[in-house]
């Protein structure tokens, strides 16, 4: 009861502060503020209710659920308010069907499309995962596996990796392969430059997931005779599989992202592309970078039409990830 009585008071107090008794008439200020109110009002009222060390847990239990709705509306709202600005031009067919060959920022919303950045966003993120993902595996099962201590230098190095800059990752791949190779800029490229963005964050999620793997499983598949690379196919990656799923989700979540490096290495087209190797391929991520920034009303909605697109593809792969991870008996 205190905390619900927290949570209806709060905005309350918050709405009076915010707009009718100081100038912070913004949604921040209101929610920071009904934020700070419902901490105050938690720990005032435990305190008056319930001895010394109850207030501590009951003030740690509110700010848990505090943050946590603080995230989730914020969450909601990016979804929600992306939705808004872009529903007018979802309801046309020619939005999935057709590309921008031809049609000018300002032409009607009856013309043109994104399946072309659709395309090149799922080619792209395709070939980045068939690439990576042996790469990323191999490297998990070597850290974990292996040992040793050039098996601690790779680790180090795949931690470090993680946080590269993605214009970085694009620099390196536009240098490698298009400067010193003669690589035309392609999808292909922009799907390598993707694939060197993901690989530490799939390598490191799947080291952690492996690490936690019972020893006891590989000490039973040795005791039956099993070779350490046998025990490791047949016993570790199984057991490991939904894990090794989330690992793969954080580096497509990663990888469909990125524009910057797509930029770099493919740049943009107007037109659908779905050879890999020859001509610029779009993106949807780059598609949106370069409607929203247009100027033009029409443009931004389709911006905004292609970022809600891209959400419905992360979620498709999100969830066709954890189906593919999930044990054939269902649990």
Request: aromatic share 6%.
């Amino acid at each position: 009861m205190v905390v619900l009585g927290s949570l209806v008071s709060a905005p309350a107090l918050a709405w009076l502060v915010c707009f009718r008794l100081l100038p912070w008439g913004t949604v921040l200020a209101f929610a920071l503020t009904g934020f700070v109110l419902f901490l105050a009002i938690v720990t005032v009222t435990t305190a008056a209710l319930t001895p010394g060390p109850a207030v501590a847990d009951r003030l740690a239990a509110a700010l848990i659920t505090g943050g946590a709705a603080l995230v989730g509306i914020a969450l909601v709202s990016t979804v929600v308010f992306t939705f808004a600005r872009g529903a007018a031009v979802l309801p046309h067919l020619n939005t999935f069907t057709q590309d921008m060959a031809g049609v000018g920022p300002r032409d009607p919303l009856d013309r043109g499309g994104v399946l072309h950045a659709i395309v090149g966003s799922l080619i792209q993120v395709g070939i980045a995962i068939v690439v990576t993902v042996p790469l990323a595996l191999g490297t998990a099962v070597f850290m974990t596996e292996v040992g040793g201590r050039f098996a601690r230098v790779v680790r180090t190095v795949v931690e470090a990796m993680t946080a590269l800059p993605s214009i970085v990752a694009g620099l390196f791949i536009y240098t490698v392969l298009l400067l010193q190779l003669g690589v035309p800029r392609s999808g292909f490229a922009a799907a390598m430059a993707l694939s060197v963005m993901m690989l530490p964050i799939i390598a490191r999620a799947a080291d952690v997931v492996l690490r936690v793997v019972p020893g006891g499983l590989r000490e039973a598949s040795l005791a039956l005779g099993a070779s350490r690379w046998r025990t490791v196919w047949h016993v570790v990656l199984p057991t490991a599989r939904p894990g090794l799923a989330t690992a793969l989700i954080l580096g497509i979540a990663r990888g469909i992202g990125e524009t910057s490096p797509v930029l770099l290495t493919s740049g943009a087209s107007s037109f659908l592309v779905v050879n890999p190797f020859i001509g610029s391929m779009n993106s949807l991520p780059l598609f949106i970078f370069s409607a929203v920034r247009s100027g033009e009303p029409v443009y931004i909605q389709r911006g905004f039409a292609a970022a809600v697109i891209l959400l419905a593809i992360v979620l498709i792969l999100f969830v066709v990830a954890r189906r593919l991870a999930r044990p054939a008996n269902g649990r």
